[in-house]
Nanobody, 122 residues
Framework: QVQLVESGGGLVEAGGSLRLSCAAS????????MGWYRQAPGKQRELVAS???????NYASPVKGRFTISRDNVKNTVSLQMNNLKPEDTAIYYC????????????????WGKGTLVTVSS
């Protein structure tokens, strides 16, 4: 069983910063791509940022230059540093990880955390 546990959400004023963290535990001995998604009220869940095991990153256009994703492959953690937050960043942020369950035979699956709420006041 794999668990993803997020932390670091909260309430912040516009222009402020927050850091989200996510730890994979259980059977998550190795993880592939990890990422953060968000879902605002009335909207679909969308990709915020992702990072491969080789540290190749990808960002959604609205957060480029403001958010930074990073990971620790030994600890199986992924973090999202969010700077210059805007009210439109308000959403529930979900951690996602592609977990390698076995290599022979190859078996991998996507897992999600329960989400952490980020609220940015204007």
């Amino acid at each position: 069983q794999v668990q993803l546990v997020e932390s670091g959400g909260g309430l912040v004023e516009a222009g402020g910063s927050l850091r989200l963290s996510c730890a994979a535990s259980g059977s998550a001995s190795r993880t592939g791509t990890m990422g953060w998604y968000r879902q605002a009220p009335g909207k679909q869940r969308e990709l915020v940022a992702s990072i491969t095991s080789a540290a190749i990153t990808n960002y959604a256009s609205p957060v480029k230059g403001r958010f930074t994703i990073s990971r620790d492959n030994v600890k199986n953690t992924v973090s999202l540093q969010m700077n210059n937050l805007k009210p439109e960043d308000t959403a529930i942020y979900y951690c996602n990880a592609n977990v390698i369950l076995s290599m022979i035979p190859w078996n991998a699956a996507d897992y999600w955390g329960k989400g952490t709420l980020v609220t940015v006041s204007s």
